[in-house]
T-cell receptor, first 114, second 114 residues
Framework: DSGVTQTPKHLITATGQRVTLRCSPR?????VYWYQQSLDQGLQFLIQ???????AKGNILERFSAQQFPDLHSELNLSSLELGDSALYFC?????????????FGPGTRLLVL | DAKTTQPTSMDCAEGRAANLPCNHS???????VYWYRQIHSQGPQYIIH???NNETNEMASLIITEDRKSSTLILPHATLRDTAVYYC???????????????FGKGTHLIIQP
């Protein structure tokens, strides 16, 4: 158990809909990262937050957005969903950003868009 | 970011040491080598990391060559539960904007044979 929690574990929805994925980082961790894993693209970095502020974006679509709240939990919002958005979505956290600081991953949310 | 090259798959007999190689010939002097593994769609699990010296923890050992152009992850007594995809990742120091997302390759699918 990494200490990172994600809800829900599974999500099934229809094209065009909007969903929200939630992540609670490990106690004391200020940085949160979101990753997407699809069959054809592998594990890809989406977006990073540090202490409530957006720090960096990776391969995140404009239809996707995220935020980190004062209690440090984070939410990833996916809108106008398409079939290709079906994937595993992982959240990771670290104490602070930096190559010396390990990122610990949550168990993921499996999203299926029908 | 330095690129890593890993074999696509490897087999190892249960109880034997599993040695997973990673080539990172373009690594810079201040970049860390990290290893994660992913067991069947679970969240990536941190294993070990190092900069220059060899490292050992309760899960594995990391051997980094003197020129730092390659490394080997060693699982000393592999069990069936070690069957997973193992990712070798090179992490650069923080950029000015603090971007810190991990770049995952395709990894090595390690299969432990009974």
């Amino acid at each position: 158990d990494s200490g990172v929690t994600q809800t829900p574990k599974h999500l099934i929805t229809a094209t065009g809909q909007r969903v929200t994925l939630r992540c609670s980082p490990r106690s004391g961790d200020l940085s949160v990262y979101w990753y997407q894993q699809s069959l054809d693209q592998g594990l890809q970095f989406l977006i990073q937050y540090y202490n409530g502020e957006e720090r960096a974006k990776g391969n995140i679509l404009e239809r996707f957005s995220a935020q980190q709240f004062p209690d440090l939990h984070s939410e990833l919002n996916l809108s106008s969903l398409e079939l290709g958005d079906s994937a595993l979505y992982f959240c990771a956290s670290s104490v602070v950003p930096g190559a010396k600081k390990t990122q610990y991953f949550g168990p993921g949310t499996r999203l299926l868009v029908l | 970011d330095a690129k890593t090259t890993q074999p696509t798959s490897m087999d190892c007999a249960e109880g034997r040491a599993a040695n997973l190689p990673c080539n990172h010939s373009t690594i810079s002097g201040n970049e860390y080598v990290y290893w994660y593994r992913q067991i069947h769609s679970q969240g990536p699990q941190y294993i070990i990391h190092g900069l220059k010296n060899n490292e050992t923890n309760e899960m594995a050992s990391l051997i980094i060559t003197e020129d730092r152009k390659s490394s080997t992850l060693i699982l000393p007594h592999a069990t069936l539960r070690d069957t997973a995809v193992y990712y070798c990742i090179v992490r650069p120091p923080l950029s000015g904007g603090g971007a810190d997302g991990l770049t995952f390759g395709k990894g090595t699918h390690l299969i432990i044979q009974p």
